[in-house]
């Protein structure tokens, strides 16, 4: 059977990271992205190999789409040379930034920078690279519980991933004939430096979103990287177009 090889958008650190490790564990071939840690980008390609795996990380700035023609040029010769063929089964839309400000407080530019990386660049990164990926293939829009329940200071991030879910529908719809799934997945608060560590450093945070979450804790990143490892999974195909929340039960 042929290696399966994901793409991973933002995959040098955070949920992109543990999402790369447990494709890895499962023989996915990773082509990760990174947008300025090169460092962080080297040790992940090290650990997926000194596992038995295969992964090539990228630089990639979510945030221009003029760089996006030249971005899949530098695939499609690494599809050749590393992995010995010419496209790519899954596409994890999943590089982003936080930010947290109150709309009153919102200016433009960040708005914009928002803008540009969670919903411009998925809707252009994955036109850019329809070509390469396989029909029958995957593609998973990491979204957020923000688009189902309110928390102050998130309204221009939560609004793009609103939009996000919403291309996850389009997407869906029109890949269709190729055998494309498409869904988008929404974490819960989770345990990562994403946001400057608020949820994992702060405790009054961690507990207030624990004891209103079903499960009892704020997520884990293996929670999420294990839930994206399982909608790629073989049994999950039939399922396209569906927002599926992961955060343990919170605000239910």
């Given at each position: 059977m042929?290696?399966?090889?994901?793409?991973?958008?933002?995959?040098?650190?955070?949920?992109?990271?543990?999402?790369?490790?447990?494709?890895?564990?499962?023989?996915?071939?990773?082509?990760g992205?990174?947008?300025?840690?090169?460092?962080?980008?080297?040790?992940?390609?090290?650990?997926?190999a000194?596992?038995?795996g295969?992964?090539?990380?990228?630089?990639?700035?979510?945030g221009?789409?003029?760089?996006?023609?030249?971005?899949?040029?530098?695939?499609k010769?690494?599809?050749?040379?590393?992995?010995?063929?010419e496209?790519?089964?899954?596409?994890?839309?999943n590089?982003?930034?936080?930010?947290?400000?109150?709309?009153?407080?919102?200016?433009?530019?960040?708005?914009?920078?928002?803008?540009?990386?969670?919903?411009?660049?998925p809707?252009?990164?994955t036109?850019?690279?329809l070509?390469?990926i396989?029909d029958?293939?995957?593609?998973?829009?990491i979204s957020?519980?923000?688009?189902?329940?309110?928390?102050p200071?998130?309204?221009?991030?939560?609004?793009?991933?609103?939009?996000?879910?919403?291309?996850?529908?389009?997407?869906?719809?029109?890949?269709?004939?190729?055998?494309?799934s498409?869904?988008?997945l929404?974490?819960?608060?989770?345990?990562?430096?994403?946001?400057?560590?608020?949820?994992?450093d702060?405790?009054?945070?961690?507990?207030?979103?624990?004891?209103?979450?079903?499960?009892?804790?704020?997520?884990?990143?293996?929670?999420i990287?294990g839930?994206v490892?399982?909608?790629?999974?073989?049994?999950?195909?039939w399922?396209?177009?569906?927002?599926?929340?992961?955060?343990?039960?919170?605000?239910?």
């Amino acid at each position: 059977m042929n290696t399966k090889i994901a793409l991973i958008t933002g995959a040098s650190r955070g949920l992109g990271k543990n999402i790369a490790m447990h494709l890895a564990a499962q023989g996915v071939g990773i082509i990760g992205t990174y947008h300025s840690r090169a460092d962080e980008a080297r040790v992940l390609e090290d650990d997926i190999a000194r596992s038995g795996g295969r992964a090539v990380m990228l630089q990639l700035d979510m945030g221009n789409s003029a760089g996006f023609g030249a971005f899949s040029q530098e695939l499609k010769a690494i599809l050749t040379k590393t992995f010995s063929c010419e496209r790519f089964d899954f596409l994890v839309n999943n590089a982003g930034i936080g930010l947290y400000a109150d709309i009153a407080d919102t200016t433009e530019q960040q708005f914009d920078q928002l803008f540009n990386i969670h919903l411009k660049g998925p809707f252009f990164l994955t036109q850019k690279l329809l070509p390469l990926i396989n029909d029958g293939g995957r593609i998973i829009n990491i979204s957020t519980g923000l688009t189902r329940f309110c928390s102050p200071g998130l309204a221009a991030y939560a609004t793009m991933k609103g939009g996000l879910e919403v291309l996850t529908h389009y997407q869906a719809k029109e890949l269709g004939a190729r055998g494309i799934s498409v869904n988008a997945l929404a974490p819960g608060a989770i345990e990562t430096d994403f946001g400057g560590g608020l949820v994992r450093d702060n405790q009054e945070i961690n507990q207030q979103i624990s004891s209103a979450t079903a499960l009892g804790r704020v997520g884990l990143p293996d929670d999420i990287g294990g839930a994206v490892a399982a909608l790629l999974s073989d049994g999950t195909h039939w399922i396209t177009g569906q927002r599926i929340e992961a955060s343990g039960g919170v605000l239910i």
